[in-house]
């Protein structure tokens, strides 16, 4: 069964595409997260930093569009 996705203010139906993750599923997306933080928290804090400011650069060039 489908997961939707609903619009909280209009009620609109945004998106019906999701489907429930199996346990296995949830599983291995979990242990991908961990090995991925794991990497993470070794990287030099520059480094994190550097990324960091990057994602904020994209966000503030897309603020409009994903604001809408």
């Given at each position: 069964?489908?997961?939707?996705?609903?619009?909280?203010?209009?009620?609109?139906?945004?998106?019906?595409?999701?489907?429930?993750?199996?346990?296995?599923?949830?599983?291995?997306?979990?242990?991908?997260?961990d090995?991925?933080f794991?990497?993470?928290r070794?990287?030099?804090?520059a480094?994190?930093?550097?990324?960091?400011?990057?994602?904020?650069?994209i966000?503030?060039?897309?603020?409009?569009?994903?604001?809408?």
């Open positions: 069964m489908p997961i939707t996705t609903i619009n909280p203010t209009t009620g609109e139906e945004l998106r019906t595409e999701w489907e429930k993750l199996t346990a296995n599923e949830i599983d291995a997306k979990l242990a991908k997260s090995e991925a794991r990497a993470h070794r990287t030099p804090f480094e994190r930093a550097a990324k960091m400011r990057a994602a904020a650069d966000l503030a060039d897309e603020k409009e569009r994903l604001g809408r």
